[in-house]
């Protein structure tokens, strides 16, 4: 008889900038593998970007995601977050902790409670993504370009025109965390170190010391899902 392989249900929310299309290569393989595999995109962003306006906060991107808990009716999830997204995360492990079994943080923010994402940004890039948006009424800031992202040189043209301005008020909303992620039974953090962003290295270093966390340094840019999605899938799988 043939051995019956482990089905798991995975849902993966993309970062600053993107949409649910970043992930396509890493879904492709978890899909091929047998699992489940939602990959939403936030109101604002990919193919919901003409749904962009000043009211869409980090509490809107966390409703999204805690619906897709609600309508596909999804239990015991390894829920995942890239970069920004980690704050979204963070919020929906707040709604539905109970239906999640795991929780992955791709190189990405783990605010407080009391903290937003731009508290994490050093003075003068608080000061220049400030500018960046009071250039567009405070509403949105416009994407960087891949480069700056280390993305590899071959996908750099495909993220750019994929792009689009990201919703400036999720960086400026405070979190209301519980400390709901903590309590996850499952908990991984994945570090880019050629990207290498400060606040994403402190919160690898932290949790290098902490028992409860597994982490991983992933030698690509910070889009690891498309510079090394095989990689990328094995980490996921394995926090299962």
């Keep these: 008889m043939a051995e019956q392989k482990s089905v798991s249900t995975f849902v993966l929310v993309h970062g600053a900038w993107h949409g649910g299309w970043c992930w ?11 699992h489940k595999v939602f990959t939403p995109t936030l109101t604002g962003l990919g193919e919901r970007a003409h749904l962009l306006s000043a009211a869409v906060g980090l509490d809107t991107h966390v409703t999204d995601i805690v619906n897709v808990f609600k309508f596909e009716r999804l239990t015991n999830v390894v829920l995942a977050g890239h970069s920004y997204a980690g704050a979204v995360i963070s919020g929906v492990a707040e709604a ?3 239906k999640i079994s795991s929780i992955v ?3 990405a923010f783990m605010p407080v409670d009391g903290e937003s994402a731009r508290d994490a ?18 509403v949105t800031i416009p994407a960087p ?6 993305v590899n040189e071959k996908d750099q043209a495909l993220v750019d025109s994929l792009m689009v301005p990201h919703p400036y008020k999720t960086f400026t909303d405070k979190a209301r965390y519980s400390g709901a992620r903590e309590r996850i039974a499952k908990k991984t953090y ?7 962003a400060p606040y994403f290295r402190a919160n690898y270093e932290r949790l290098q ?4 966390w597994r982490v991983f340094e992933v030698p690509c840019g910070h889009d690891m899902m ?4 095989e990689e990328t899938a094995k980490i996921l799988e394995g926090a299962v």
Excluded: C, I
């Design 24 to 34: 396509r290569r890493v879904a492709d393989l978890l899909t091929a593998r047998g």
């Design 96 to 98: 539905v902790a109970d």
């Design 105 to 107: 943080f791709l190189d």
């Design 121 to 138: 940004w050093s003075p003068d890039q608080q000061k220049m993504r400030d500018e960046a948006a009071a250039k567009n009424g405070g």
């Design 145 to 150: 370009p891949a480069a700056f992202f280390k």
């Design 190 to 196: 994945a570090f880019s170190p050629v990207y290498n």
């Design 209 to 212: 010391n902490d028992p409860a």
């Design 226 to 229: 498309l510079d090394l999605p």
